[in-house]
């Protein structure tokens, strides 16, 4: 069985026309085990705080972008290893 293809956690389109975004800090570290809607990390936008929540399961296995970095829609920060749904195929 192959390992799980890692997927990127992208910036997602905050409606922020030409504004600058920030990535404020990563709220989980590498290897983490992170859960679909758990909080990954804040952009900031001026005047507000972006909460960027994980949209699956999975494994945390690179950070691309530090804390304090710069970032616009569709920036990889990071990827992730999805979770593998065993399937029990007793037929």
Partial sequence: MSDPPELPILVPELGNGDL???LGCWLVDVGDEI???DRL???ILPGTVFELTATASGRLTRIERANGATVE???VLG???PEIQETNDDS
């Fill in 20 to 22: 600058a975004v920030r």
């Fill in 35 to 37: 859960i679909q809607g």
């Fill in 41 to 43: 990390a804040e952009l």
């Fill in 73 to 75: 829609c569709g920036t």
């Fill in 79 to 81: 990827m992730f290893t």
